[in-house]
């Protein structure tokens, strides 16, 4: 059990730095947008977002506010949400005690998030952008992930009744 927490550590750290590094990537991208700060449009179709303080592109994007809002923003926003709550579920794997209602919750969150925030937000923005067929092959591969979470999460709630159960008796 000691290697499966070392590895569940560094990949909680990972997943954190990924999960800071995506929402500091949505805010820098809105701001920009928004305030035209370090933005450059490029051949009239594209919206080149600078490395702050740069003429260094960072992000290139369509020039128009739908493929901005439903195909940079809310994918990087998303992606956030998704690494930092991933950062969760592996938190839960080094803790002393791995059946707690908190660490069901965590995984709870995790299966939840991924069976239902791709499909929606997809669903969204079919209305405003295209969509690339690579799309309905991540929300698969996140449909898988938050079947297999919601199989751990029912593992979890087992092993914390049964350990109340023992609780009881000691």
């Known amino acids: 059990m000691k290697r499966v927490k070392i590895i569940a550590r560094a990949l909680y750290i990972i997943s954190r730095i990924l999960a800071l590094g995506y929402s500091i990537t949505t805010l820098y991208a809105a701001f920009c947008i928004v305030t035209g700060i370090w933005t450059s449009p490029y051949e009239e179709k594209f919206l080149h977002i600078f490395y702050p303080f740069t003429t260094r592109p960072f992000l290139i994007a ?40 908190q660490n069901i919750v965590h995984l709870n969150r995790f299966c939840i998030f991924n069976l239902i925030a791709p499909v929606l937000a997809t669903i969204l923005s079919s209305f405003f952008v295209p969509i690339d067929g690579i799309i309905w092959e991540l929300i698969v591969v996140h449909i898988i992930l938050g079947t297999f979470t919601f199989f751990f999460t029912a593992i979890f709630r087992q092993g914390l009744d049964l350990q109340n159960e023992q609780d009881l008796f000691i």
Request: proline fraction near 2%.
């Open 62 to 101: 369509d020039n128009n506010v739908s493929y901005l809002i439903f195909s940079l923003l809310l994918p990087l926003g998303l992606y956030s949400v998704f690494f930092w709550w991933v950062s969760g579920v592996f938190k839960v794997f080094f803790q002393s005690r791995l059946f707690t209602a």
